[in-house]
Antibody, heavy 120, light 113 residues
Framework: QVQLVQSGAEVKKPGASVKVSCKAS????????MYWLRQAPGQGLEWMGW????????NYAQKFQGRVTMTRDTSISTAYMELSRLRSDDTAVYYC?????????????WGQGTLVTVSS | DIVMTQSPDSLAVSLGERATINCKSS????????????LAWYQQKPGQPPKLLIY???TRESGVPDRFTGSGSGTDFTLTISSLQAEDVAVYYC?????????FGQGTKLEIK
């Protein structure tokens, strides 16, 4: 079965960077896009972008352009999301989510989430 | 960006009664070449990631109870829970995946009356 296991909670100071990992199992890692999303405390869901694990190609939401970098390591079926120049309003739970592919589209399978707290 | 607007923001329904959540997109999410609406519904319970309930606007994900039904096309969509159960208490989101960025409605909080 599809599983996405994310790295643990992080506490960062403003201006720092954070890198969250998402280890995939139960399917062919290079066969499906991986999305990254976030959810601030008590708020709704915000889409950050995707990475094509096969080619490494990326598509970032304009809001995060210049601050976010999505990468992958196909040898260990792991996707990464790095966010730089952190601000207090970047405090959120960050999720990876696998595409449903041509069958489902959408963000079909989700990691458990990684809480990133930005505080001085 | 496509703006998704849900109504109502919150809803209280008695057990066994029907719950209806609406979602409107600022532009059509119907892809004419395959006649599919790129619209999904998610359920999120406290402390958990969202769970995909419905995709292509009306296709139920495997394992989702048949009391959950998605309908609509173009710009107007509805999620109906035919007979509310206690375990359905959650926040529900609609999402378009027609174009990037994939955008979500603000969420509808569903409670028991």
């Amino acid at each position: 079965q599809v599983q996405l296991v994310q790295s643990g909670a992080e506490v960062k100071k403003p201006g720092a960077s954070v890198k969250v990992s998402c280890k995939a199992s139960g399917y062919i890692f290079t066969g499906y896009y991986m999305y990254w999303l976030r959810q601030a405390p008590g708020q709704g869901l915000e889409w950050m972008g995707w990475i094509n694990p096969n080619s490494g190609g990326t598509n970032y939401a304009q809001k995060f352009q210049g601050r976010v970098t999505m990468t992958r390591d196909t040898s260990i079926s792991t996707a990464y999301m790095e966010l730089s120049r952190l601000r207090s309003d970047d405090t959120a739970v960050y999720y990876c989510a696998r595409s449903g592919g041509v069958v489902r589209g959408a963000e079909a399978f989700w990691g458990q989430g990684t809480l990133v707290t930005v505080s001085s | 960006d496509i703006v998704m607007t849900q109504s109502p923001d919150s809803l209280a329904v008695s057990l066994g009664e029907r719950a209806t959540i609406n979602c409107k997109s600022s532009q059509s999410v119907l892809y004419s070449s395959n006649n599919k609406n790129f619209l999904a519904w998610y359920q999120q319970k406290p402390g958990q990631p969202p769970k995909l309930l419905i995709y292509w606007a009306s296709t139920r994900e495997s394992g989702v109870p048949d009391r959950f039904t998605g309908s609509g096309s173009g710009t107007d969509f509805t999620l109906t829970i035919s007979s509310l159960q206690a375990e359905d208490v959650a926040v529900y989101y609609c999402q378009q995946y027609y174009s990037t960025p994939h955008t979500f409605g603000q969420g509808t909080k569903l409670e028991i009356k």
